[in-house]
């Protein structure tokens, strides 16, 4: 465990908890690049559908989102925990309900590698899985 202050343990955890709220509200309204820059450069996520195919790189994460067809959803993401590891890195568990028009809910969840990059926190890596 690292020497941080309780202060600066708050401040993280605060920091990588927003992340996954701005994901979710990013994701929903459709806002790929800015859903893409939340990764560090060398980022990479999986989706709750296909938790172990990786798709690697904020420039493939753009285009993985870009290349989905249209689609209305809302994701809900509660249960955030977040464990500070040092300064620089953190990890994160969340659950998560995805709604869309069609179908009925998906109840999963992410987990979550965080960095700090010279621009603030960001995911270096997200796995998303499917409970039902």
């Known amino acids: 465990m690292s020497d941080l202050t309780a202060e600066a343990r708050r401040a993280i955890e605060h920091e990588c908890a927003r992340l996954i709220a701005r994901y ?11 859903v893409a820059s939340l990764y560090a450069a060398d980022g990479r996520m999986s989706r709750p559908t296909a938790p172990d195919v990786w798709i690697e790189g ?34 994160g568990e969340s659950a998560m309900l995805l709604f869309t028009p069609d179908a009925p809910p998906k109840a999963g969840s992410f987990h979550d590698r965080f960095v700090r990059t010279d621009g603030g926190w960001r995911f270096a890596e997200r796995r998303g899985t499917l409970s039902f």
């Open 24 to 34: 979710a509200n990013l994701n929903d309204a459709g806002r790929w690049d800015e």
């Open 58 to 91: 904020r420039h493939a994460i753009l285009a993985a989102f870009l290349a989905r067809p249209a689609r209305t959803t809302r994701h809900v993401c509660s249960n955030v925990v977040i464990d500070v590891i040092d300064a620089d890195h953190a990890l």
